[in-house]
């Protein structure tokens, strides 16, 4: 009876040890994951500050020590930031071309881990699109599809998202344009060939300033560019001067000024 005693005593000590140290290691990894989503959140706010500031090639070295994440949030952020290093015009033709690839995985690393995450829609979208400028004309306009669907899914998650709403303004001003040589191609990949109008443009446009009030040079002057394809100088005139007077802060802004200057001088 005393050894059977004893036997329970030890056993109710190692249970007891057992316990505590099971205990302390939920609570050691409860920690490290609370420390883990805090160091995420950190990441992503400084992040957000370096898009903000222009700092295109520190945001990028911030973020892409984090490529190997789980996280979508960070994922889309380092596919967008790899493809604005890739269009700098310090960024060599060999280095544009791998940081292109890259922003794909990046942004199809991110959708895996979150199909509900509508800016990893967004940047696969347009990831994909960049990456047809490699793989000629075929691939683009077969991929023309599942980028517009990328992107209807991105606003079907976030109707208020302008940026998303222009991107499919652009897909439609891109179709309206669409020289005939294209088309051909267009017509042997798909049965009902994908086609759009300048006017379907122009109400994307307008959706998206409506949605966010100037909040990107590029949507005034596509709006400027649309207004002059359907013959309506007055409009195009309104529309390719904000585009025009927009403060720079980005190498694409001041593409914008020039390009829309030029349009200026030539209506």
Excluded at 28 to 50: C, N, T
């Amino acid at each position: 009876t005393q050894v059977l005693r004893k036997s329970l005593q030890r056993g109710v000590v190692l249970s007891t040890g057992s316990y505590l140290i099971f205990e302390a290691h939920r609570l050691i990894s409860g920690f490290a994951e609370v420390h883990a989503s805090f160091k995420v959140e950190e990441v992503i706010e400084q992040a957000d500050y370096l898009y903000g500031s222009g700092e295109t090639e520190k945001l990028y070295r911030l973020l892409v020590q984090h490529k190997n994440s789980d996280d979508a949030e960070l994922l889309w952020r380092l596919a967008r930031s790899s493809r604005d290093l890739a269009q700098l015009s310090s960024t060599s033709a060999e280095e544009k071309r791998q940081l292109t690839y890259d922003s794909l995985e990046y942004a199809k690393k991110a959708l895996e881990k979150n199909e509900s995450n509508f800016a990893a829609h967004k940047w696969y979208g347009i990831c994909l699109s960049d990456v047809g400028d490699y793989e000629g004309i075929k691939t683009k306009i077969g991929n023309a599809i599942v980028i517009k669907e990328h992107f209807q899914r991105a606003i079907e998650l976030n109707p208020k998202d302008a940026t998303t709403i222009h991107l499919i303004g652009i897909w439609c001003y891109s179709f309206a344009e669409m020289p005939w040589y294209q088309r051909k191609i267009a017509a042997t990949l798909f049965a009902t060939p994908p086609t759009s109008t300048f006017q379907e443009a122009l109400r994307y446009f307008h959706m998206a300033e409506e949605a966010d009030p100037n909040f990107y040079s590029k949507n005034l002057l596509f709006l400027g560019k649309t207004y002059l394809k359907l013959n309506n100088k007055k409009m195009a005139l309104l529309w390719l001067s904000k585009a025009k007077e927009y403060p720079a802060q980005t190498e694409e802004d001041k593409q914008v000024q020039k390009e829309a200057l030029e349009l200026l001088n030539s209506i």
